[in-house]
């Protein structure tokens, strides 16, 4: 049994993360990565990326990126 409770070990668990581009989201895949799990990073992209101008806001463009960046690691 895993730590996630599934009677599959810790590499044969495949564990979909939402990811927002954030620290949280990309802390999350990282510890359940080092734990040996087999993880898979999504995020969606539900609007235009010139209706958002402000950097830092939640969402932005730049945030698909950076979940993007972590999730190929």
Do not use: P
Request: include cysteine.
């Amino acid at each position: 049994m895993n730590s996630l409770g599934f009677d599959k070990s810790e590499k044969d668990t495949k564990v979909v993360v939402a990811m927002s581009g954030g620290v949280d989201s990309s802390v999350a895949a990282v510890m359940l990565k080092k734990q040996g799990y087999d993880v898979i990073g999504i995020t969606l992209k539900l609007y235009n990326n010139s209706n958002v101008s402000k950097s830092k806001s939640c969402c932005a463009g730049i945030d698909i990126e950076d979940a993007k960046n972590v999730a190929l690691k």
